[in-house]
């Protein structure tokens, strides 16, 4: 299995080799940005959003970019959970364990998606279809407990209901 990977990050086998130009799709992502440090945050955002998670040579290249240092680049990204270091599922299944959630049953959905996916919390599967987190709130407290996957939120979940939801999920995926 695959960590979420929130520690150092890692090397990417499909951007570029060291010394090589700057990723097309990296160029195009900064052309949309200044260089101010304030442009930081939205610069790791977008440049995820292309990528899926946020390389080495990507945090290199913004940190060139904006005139900082890798490890300045690297300090902001570590610091926000939006922000992810290992390559991620296709799809994302998140839990919260906020209070009310906890208090109304999300530990039996978060059981149920570690049995059903046979993997644990921070972890993507081997085939790369999911990759799973739980969250400390997900502002969604009236519909609790509350698990999302691909930002669908299913609410007043059970642990049936959320299988399910994860079945139909599976079922999809082996359509292709």
Not at 38 to 55: C, E, M, R, T
Not at 60 to 79: P, Q, T
Not at 131 to 138: F, G, I, P, Q
Not at 144 to 150: A, L, N, T
Request: aromatic share 8%; proline share 5%.
């Amino acid at each position: 299995m695959h960590s979420q990977g929130r520690g150092e990050p890692s090397r990417s086998p499909l951007l570029r080799n060291p010394g090589s130009r700057m990723d097309p799709q990296l160029q195009e992502v900064l052309s949309r940005h200044g260089q101010s440090r304030s442009d930081l945050i939205p610069i790791l955002q977008d440049a995820q959003a292309v990528f899926g998670y946020l390389p080495n040579e990507v945090l290199a290249d913004v940190a060139r970019h904006l005139n900082v240092s890798e490890a300045a680049v690297k300090g902001v990204a570590s610091f926000y959970a939006q922000f992810y270091f290992e390559p991620q599922g296709k799809h994302r299944i998140r839990v919260c364990r906020g209070t009310a959630c906890h208090v109304r049953g999300s530990f039996r959905i978060r059981r149920m998606v570690e049995r059903k996916l046979g993997m644990k919390e921070g972890e993507t599967t081997p085939d790369m279809m999911f990759s799973y987190e739980t969250v400390a709130c997900l502002g969604a407290c009236a519909l609790s407990p509350v698990m999302i996957i691909d930002g669908t939120y299913y609410g007043r979940m059970t642990s049936e209901r959320a299988e399910a939801v994860v079945n139909e999920y599976l079922r999809q995926a082996k359509k292709g």
